[in-house]
């Protein structure tokens, strides 16, 4: 069951320069979109979040774009720091409970 | 800053015995979470929590799986007779349950070893 797909598992990026990560999904009743960062051996940590109701929600070097004809989302991150070296995860979510359906997450390495 | 705890961090049991995975959410927050990730594999939902009650619990949640609130303070999820196949991290969330912001706060996680 694919509902939020996140087609690259890896990308590597110089210091400085834009990670762009994206993800992909299915189900049109998803209202609600959230990126997560993870470290190993740790619980992943909220980073940003949109509405389907926007198409671009900004906080800080972060930006979430969201384009609900294509179904598709997509987190910038720029500058890119080695700080930011981790997995991220795309997740997505509708509904009263708002359980989140998840990606499989990217594994960003931002090289100094 | 407030944050989700979770214990133990890592809880190495046998094959059919019982398990309690302990978590405290944030203080305020008024729905809570378990979900798992098998490793290699997708964080999978299993089961949310509000106002004393299970208000959804997925395909993975059977009648080995329970969840508890017994104070006002920690939630828990019970594995009563563990299986191979639950090895995995269990992370607990919590959310603050205001209209428009679905964030979830997750705990570092328990890694359950099943031997």
């Known amino acids: 069951d694919q509902q939020v797909k996140q087609n690259s598992p890896s990308l590597s990026v110089q210091e400085g320069r834009i990670s762009i990560l994206n993800c992909d999904y299915t189900?049109?009743?998803?209202?609600?979109f959230l990126w997560y960062k993870k470290y190993p051996a740790e619980g992943p940590t909220f980073l940003i979040s949109?509405?389907?109701i926007k198409d671009k929600n900004e906080d800080g070097r972060f930006t979430v774009f969201l384009n609900k004809s294509a179904k598709h989302l997509s987190l910038h991150i720029v500058p890119s720091q080695p700080g930011d070296s981790a997995v991220y995860f795309c997740?997505?979510?509708?509904?009263?409970?708002?359980?989140?359906?998840w990606g499989l997450g990217t594994s960003l390495a931002v090289n100094p | 800053e407030p944050e989700v705890t979770q214990t133990p961090s890592h809880q190495v049991t046998q094959m059919g015995q019982e398990v309690i995975l302990r978590c405290v959410p944030i203080?305020?927050?008024?729905?809570f979470y378990w979900y798992r990730q098998i490793l290699g594999q997708k964080v999978e939902f299993l089961v949310s929590?509000?106002?004393?009650?299970?208000?959804?619990k997925s395909e993975i949640f059977d009648d080995q799986f329970s969840v508890e609130r017994p104070d006002g303070s920690n939630f828990t999820l019970k594995i009563r007779s563990t299986k191979l196949e639950d090895s995995a991290m269990y992370f607990c969330?919590?959310?603050?349950?205001?209209?428009?912001?679905?964030?979830?706060?997750f705990g570092p996680g328990t890694r359950l070893t099943v031997t």
């Open positions: 949109i509405s389907s």
């Open positions: 929590f509000y106002n004393n009650e299970i208000s959804e």
């Open positions: 997740a997505a979510t509708d509904g009263n409970n708002r359980k989140l359906i």
């Open positions: 969330a919590s959310r603050i349950g205001h209209r428009s912001s679905y964030e979830q706060y």
């Open positions: 189900n049109s009743m998803f209202d609600y």
């Open positions: 203080s305020n927050h008024l729905y």
